[in-house]
């Protein structure tokens, strides 16, 4: 099958502005591309790529004073089929890890695995080390937190997270990572695309995704406690030990956001002969979901 994916951020800055973007498709998926246009800026601007400490395409570029757009639009081929899942695939001991895997082992901007560790081993230690137990995690978090855009925060770590159970995909996957690694399980985070949702059906704008991976059986494998079910289409553009490390632009200096629109979806072309489909609902403005709303009128009460 083939993904139809892309964005256009607007950015407004009062003068020069330094910019790096991790919004570039993972390197073992482009020759997956058939079908691409851009990155590219209006104005047109010089871009540079670079590969950053994590193995990650990082798009470097100077924006000039004023209101700059940057746009991607893109096609892949995907097999179409869903996350792994490999149930006997057990945890790796801690002094067999390969060295690449221990900094996902600590505590990092937004995971205080040092707040975690009682939580953790009451909540999960029982559980048989391995696939097991980062589902048995992915369906805490799952529970634990509602969705919504109403109230999310890009400062929120995965303790904030807990104790207000609320938060976007962001949260979901920082709460799970930061319980994997609490258990001795590696975990690490995950920027990209998703072109298969739960959420077709409500009027929440489409938006960058996040997941994690945990280190099992010698690889890394898929889990997502937002969805908490195989997905389909997944696209990944950046890993790091949490979103600190990955930030979708990173501006050095004030800016503005002025527009900020993503499309994902399943589609039969593979040339881009006509405009992408996205929401009317754009992420520059409030949205709540149903769910929330149910949520804190619930909490309120409680409260009272």
Known sequence: MFIRFGYEIGVRCVQPTPLMTYLSV???????????????????????????????????????????????????????????????????????????????????????????????WRQFGDIEPGWKRVQAICDYVHE??????????????????????????????????????????PARYVNGYLAESDTADNPAPMDFNSWFEAYLENRWYTFDARNNTPMVGRIAAARGCDAADVPLIQTFGKHELTAF?????????????????????????????????????EREHQEH
């Open 26 to 120: 993972d390197r073992d998926r482009r020759r997956d591309i058939v079908s691409e246009r851009g990155p590219i800026a209006k104005p047109p601007i010089k871009m540079g790529e670079i590969t950053d400490p994590f193995g990650n395409v990082c798009v470097r570029m100077v924006l000039p004073e004023g209101d700059t757009v940057l746009s991607y639009d893109a096609i892949i081929r995907d097999n179409g089929r869903p996350d792994t899942i490999y149930l006997e695939a057990g945890a790796v001991p801690v002094e067999t890890l390969p060295a690449s895997c221990l900094p996902y082992l600590s505590a990092s901007r937004y995971c205080e695995t040092d707040r975690f560790g009682a939580l953790a």
């Open 144 to 185: 634990r937190l509602t969705f919504s855009y109403g109230y999310s925060s890009v400062m929120r770590t995965a303790m904030e997270a807990h104790e207000e159970r609320s938060g976007v995909c962001r949260d979901y996957a920082h709460l799970a990572i930061t319980l994997c690694r609490c258990m001795n399980m």
């Open 261 to 297: 629109r993503v499309w994902t979806y399943k589609d039969t072309n593979v040339e881009l002969t006509e405009p992408p489909s996205h929401g009317e609902v754009s992420l520059l403005n409030p949205w709540f979901s149903e769910r929330w709303a149910r949520h804190v009128i």
